[in-house]
């Protein structure tokens, strides 16, 4: 189209090219004509413009119409060769086409031959599935025949168990008969004896009875186990607790002179090995001589316990003994397991259970937080009437639930607040802490003045319950909730709360009353007050979680500024070790171990080590190869930079590492995630690097050694978990950890007390010194480290012994304060 156009223009320009030639040849004979003088002047010169005029303008269109010409086809050029591009492309593409006909033609052939052998197949599935149900029947006979030999395997066991018994019970009858012997030979002497022989008759009667039906019961059992099976079971049940019954009704004086013997023997050999003392060690003596009943109960009761546990027990023999039961009140910020964000939840679930279980009652009060593990408390309820209390001038309604937690009766308070200031998704760390915790505080006393209780103890725990101490002596003794007296715990005085003074002033506290030097200000800023502080001042008992840390935190280097403050009320401030759970923390019931074992089974220590290398894709060629496990908080306070270091230290010694922990400080995080990438194919060494309760079991289990390297450690519990699962502790002398590790080489501490290795700095330098002493022992004295181990998984680190002291200081306030008000 564009073509005809041209063509059809290049005409009309050819046109005006000869119409312009035509006039051009008129104005030729018109300048003859003039120069002939035969036409006209002006009319010569009116033409000649007329012509001049016309050429101009059509010479002017001509031009133009010829550059738009020249564009056109420049462009009609361009488009030609595109055309014939694509033109070539389809040429190509035709090509492509009668290939890809070709293919399907093929491929057509192909699918053909593919369902020709699609229809075999489905002859070959029928048979399948005719082979699969023969073979699931097949597969279900022989879980029925596996089942019925386990079962049989089992009651064999159990048969052969009560054969064992029978024969302990014929033996006791040989005894018996014995004994019926010898008195036959006094029988006519005295009416008594004549007696006590027909009573030995019928027990020697009763037990052939038992005997004789057992072994009924056995030989039925053998010929028919799936019908007798109960039957025998409850028999054998029967005659564990006749026997039991027996022992327990038998008077001291009947007891065999061996029983007493062994008792001798025992508590003498405790002496001799510096467990006991002379003294306790004589009075242990005097009450066998008397036939004691109490400690001839304490050895039946202990009998399946370990050494450290049975010493324990006999121990408390020797404290003086109390009908009176005490009141215990615990107000806390955390309670494991249901809200735990450090020591402080194991603290108060574990001294509360073991003050309950002397006969105390104890009570606990918690914020209902909404991140709570609810699941553990499943008969939570609201009770109906709101408990009302003070804050920022006006009273605020608390709804209150309670429920049971670890078996103790637990408070949750849930205040209505317009600040929801438990509904955060977390326990701590909010910018109004102060307000949040203080608020809980006074609730928790008006919760106990509402209910009409009368507590002997409030116990509360680091900053975040310290306003209770001063809330109780100022609000609330006038108001008549006072009977108690207040033990107050600081568990790391790293964290005081501090706050400006103004503040106080929202639960109702005096602020110009208590900011003062010789009460609540603050050491530091007499325009703030410390919470912590507070509680030492105004607390009858003051106590923190180990003795070393108590000693340390009474030096400016160590105090944070509270140095001064404990000194001054030093009479009152005492360190206690905290215990640990020894039942969540059993290596003989841990559901987490792949096997379970005891000190007396150590073996099983390599099946779980290996379960552990296994998981995390580590070596296992080598049993025999050293491990070494850290599991922490990546936290300057742990010794950071001598965790990276034992790592690295570790491997060039031969060793395997493991580390289980995460950090909250961002940088450290980084750089050990870094850390985990450049090890994450190394078989020496795994960096987990987050919290797993259920693989720290385990890696306490597998583990040989387990480092503590902290800068600073009020209590530490990591080293009592290891030491209960037979992993010698490397630790530095700080804190909790100085007053439960003491060291194999140091010949200043009674050889039964030495349980681990230690150093003294936090430097690289003093840390290499314990760890290459521990890996020497290790790799080159066999039977020492077994021994080692064995010791370590009886010291008794249950909360039985501290719970003992805090009962002791309890008494000892609670009877001050009615000795003064008896004066009074």
């Known amino acids: 189209m564009k073509l005809a156009e041209t063509d059809a223009r290049l005409k009309v320009a050819a046109q005006e090219k000869i119409h312009v030639e035509l006039l051009e040849d008129q104005l030729e004979k018109m300048r003859n004509e003039l120069s002939g003088g035969s036409v006209n002047e002006e009319h010569i010169q009116e033409m000649a413009n007329i012509v001049s005029s016309a050429q101009l303008d059509l010479v002017n269109s001509f031009s133009q119409e010829l550059d738009l010409l020249r564009a056109e086809n420049m462009s009609l ?5 595109v055309l014939k591009a694509e033109l070539s492309n389809i ?40 082979l699969k149900s023969e073979y699931k029947t097949l597969y279900e006979k022989v879980e029925d025949l596996q089942k019925l030999l386990d079962k049989a395997t089992k009651q064999a066991d159990q048969a052969i168990l009560v054969l064992q018994q029978n024969q302990e019970l014929r033996k006791k009858v040989d005894r018996l008969e014995e004994s019926l012997g010898e008195a036959d030979a006094y029988r006519l002497s005295s009416e008594k004896m004549q007696h006590y022989n027909e009573l030995m008759q019928q027990k020697m009667k009763l037990l052939d009875e038992r005997l004789q039906r057992s072994d009924e019961e056995i030989h039925s059992y053998v010929q028919s186990y799936q019908d007798s099976m109960k039957e025998f079971q409850d028999t054998l049940n029967t005659l564990k607790q006749e026997s039991k019954k027996r022992a327990e ?9 061996e029983f007493w013997s062994r008792l001798l023997l025992l508590i003498d050999g405790w002496s001799l090995e510096k467990k006991i003392s002379v003294d306790e060690a004589k009075l242990f003596r005097e009450m066998i001589r008397n036939r004691d009943e109490s400690i001839c109960s304490a050895y039946m009761l202990s009998k399946q316990k370990n050494e450290g546990e049975i010493i324990a027990t006999f121990l408390k023999l020797t404290s003086p003994t109390t009908s009176e039961k005490l009141h215990v009140i615990h107000i806390a910020a955390e309670m494991a397991p249901v809200a735990k964000v450090g020591g ?16 105390h009652l104890v009570e606990i009060i918690l914020p209902k937080y909404d991140c709570m593990n609810y699941e553990l408390i499943p008969d939570l309820k609201a009770l109906d009437v709101p408990i009302e209390s003070y804050f920022d001038g006006r009273l605020f309604k608390n709804k209150v639930w309670v429920g049971t937690v670890e078996g103790l009766p637990v408070y949750f308070i849930e205040p209505h607040h317009p600040g929801k200031f438990f509904w955060r998704g977390q326990f701590y760390g909010e910018q109004d802490d102060f307000k949040r915790f203080s608020f809980f505080s006074r609730a928790a006393l008006e919760l106990l003045l509402q209910a009409g209780k009368k507590p002997d103890i409030i116990h509360c725990h680091d900053w975040q319950t310290s306003f209770v101490a001063p809330l109780y002596w100022d609000l609330y003794v006038p108001k008549g909730l006072n009977s108690a007296r207040i033990c107050f715990t600081c568990h790391n005085f790293e964290y005081q709360g501090s706050a400006p003074a103004s503040e106080l002033a929202s639960c109702g506290l005096d602020v110009y009353h208590l900011n003062r030097p010789d009460r609540m200000q603050d050491n530091s800023a007499n325009d703030r007050v410390n919470p912590v502080k507070g509680a030492i001042v105004f607390s009858n008992i003051v106590t923190t979680v180990s003795p070393s840390y108590a000693q340390e935190v009474q030096t400016a280097e160590a105090g944070r500024g509270l140095h001064a403050t404990l000194n001054s009320h030093s009479k009152k401030f005492v360190g206690i070790l905290n215990g640990i759970d020894t039942d969540a923390w059993n290596p003989a019931t841990d559901p987490f171990l792949k096997v379970q074992y005891n000190w007396n089974d150590i073996e099983a220590k390599a099946d779980n080590k290996q379960a552990l290398r296994r998981r995390l894709g580590m070596s296992s060629s080598n049993t025999k190869l050293p491990l070494i496990a850290c599991i922490t908080r990546l936290v300057p306070q742990k010794g950071v930079h001598l965790i990276r270091h034992a790592l690295y230290r570790t491997l060039e010694l031969g060793g395997q590492f493991v580390l289980l922990g995460s950090s909250p400080v961002p940088q450290i995080q980084r750089e050990f995630e870094d850390i985990a990438n450049n090890f994450k194919t190394h078989e020496d060494a795994r960096l987990i690097l987050k919290y797993d309760e259920a693989l720290s079991h385990l890696i306490y289990a597998a583990s040989d050694m387990l480092i503590i390297p902290s800068i600073f450690e009020p209590c530490g519990l990591t080293q009592m978990i290891a030491m209960r699962y037979g992993s010698i502790p490397i630790a530095r002398k700080t804190g909790g950890l100085n007053d439960s590790v003491f060291d194999v080489d140091d010949d200043a501490v009674p050889v039964q007390y030495r349980n681990g290795f230690t150093f003294l700095k936090a430097d690289e330098k003093a840390f290499n010194n314990a760890l290459e002493r521990a890996l020497h022992h290790y790799n080159n004295y066999g039977d ?40 009074n």
């Open 249 to 257: 009704d038998e008077p001291m004086n009947d007891k065999p002179r």
């Open 77 to 81: 050029k361009d488009e030609l060769k």
């Open 91 to 130: 040429k190509e593409t035709d090509q492509r086409l009668q290939m890809l006909e070709e293919d399907r033609s093929s491929m057509e052939s192909s699918l053909k031959k593919l369902e020709y052998k699609l229809v075999a197949s489905h002859d070959d599935v029928s048979k399948i599935s005719s």
């Open 344 to 359: 402080l939840g194991d603290v108060v679930s574990g001294l509360g259970k073991a003050l309950q279980k002397n006969g």
């Open 784 to 823: 020492d480290w077994k021994q080692l181990v064995q010791k370590v998984m009886n010291i008794d680190f249950s909360w039985e012994s501290s719970a003992s002291l805090y009962e002791e200081l309890y008494q000892k306030s609670v009877s001050r304060a009615r000795r003064s008000a008896n004066q």
